[in-house]
């Protein structure tokens, strides 16, 4: 069993204000935590991996196939393999959450 604690993680700020630290993962998938600051953006990108995740904090704007979807504090998404797909943080708070992928994630392009 692994044990990674979100405050033993080094963060890779991946645009301005946006932060992404890998948590922990298994054979078939892993666990990502992000901080997305008030007026940031992830660009719109694609990636092979499923990708599920929860905000746990702030209000997060998901930009996919021409929709807005809005995900909140409770929330969770889902979002295919290969579908593209962007976010924004209109809000006055800084959103945070957690991302689940399947396939693993071992070396996002990002932690480059």
Known sequence: ??????????????????????LAGTDSMTVQHFEIEPGARVDKHSHPNEQTGMIYEGELVFLSEGEEVVCGPGDSYGIPGDEPHAAENRGEETVRGFDIFDPPRENPSWQE
């Open 1 to 22: 069993m692994e044990r990674v604690s979100i405050h033993d993680t080094e963060t890779t700020e991946v645009a301005e204000g946006v932060e992404l630290a890998l």
